[in-house]
């Protein structure tokens, strides 16, 4: 993983109490691992994505072919300023790899096969297979379910009023917010959607 190293994540994680309450249903060979790569989704729910790609560093140290590890840190990488550009291919390219090796379990498979979607600019279905999760209420739907929400929203228009898809997507997320009072993560995205009117109320 030498090439994902940058000075602006070298420094190790900690695991802590996690952010979140979701837990992704991964395997793993270490407790340690386990912690990192959840820690890591709870940052990357939460917008820090920069913090969310020092605990998936961290897990691929420890275990380099971990596949929802690497396909956190893709993730991580998705809105990261140019200067990551070359750090977001190699870990889309590793992403590829481990995935095609048929290494991690069903559902770890089934999510990096939705994420790779994502890459190759197929947005819709990225959204269209992580809502499956979500559909289905399957031990850890939340986090796939929570990641379509965020990238299937459309926008407003130009007086401000949500277009038909991010209506859909903040009366999902305000019931997710209902119903997990206590988790940052729904909250999270639910406020960055509704900020973006803030530019129509000057």
């Not at 952010?19 to 709870?42: A, D, N, R, V, W």
């Not at 269209?128 to 999760?133: G, R, T």
């Amino acid at each position: 993983m030498s090439e994902l190293q940058h000075s602006d994540f070298s420094l190790p994680a900690t695991p802590r109490t996690s952010i979140s309450l979701y837990e992704f249903p991964i395997q793993t060979k270490e407790e340690s691992t386990y912690e990192y790569i959840q820690q890591g989704f709870g940052h990357l729910l939460s917008m820090w994505d920069m913090e969310a790609m020092r605990f998936f560093l961290s897990a691929l140290e420890q275990e380099p072919d971990s596949l929802i590890a690497t396909t956190g840190l893709a993730l991580s990488l998705v809105g990261g300023d140019t200067h990551l550009a070359d750090q977001q291919k190699a870990s889309v390219l590793r992403l590829h790899d481990i995935y095609k090796s048929g290494k991690g379990s069903q559902y770890e498979q089934r999510f990096a096969k939705a994420t790779l979607k994502l890459f190759k600019g197929n947005i819709k279905g990225w959204t269209e297979d992580l809502a499956i999760f979500g559909k289905r209420k399957e031990t850890g739907w939340q986090v796939p379910s929570l990641l379509s929400h965020l990238f299937s929203r459309d926008g407003y228009s130009m007086l401000g009023q949500p277009k038909y898809k991010q209506k859909k997507t903040i009366k999902n997320l305000l019931e997710l917010c209902n119903e997990f009072p206590n988790d940052p993560a729904p909250l999270v995205i639910y406020t960055m959607i509704q900020r973006m009117t803030l530019k129509f109320e000057l």
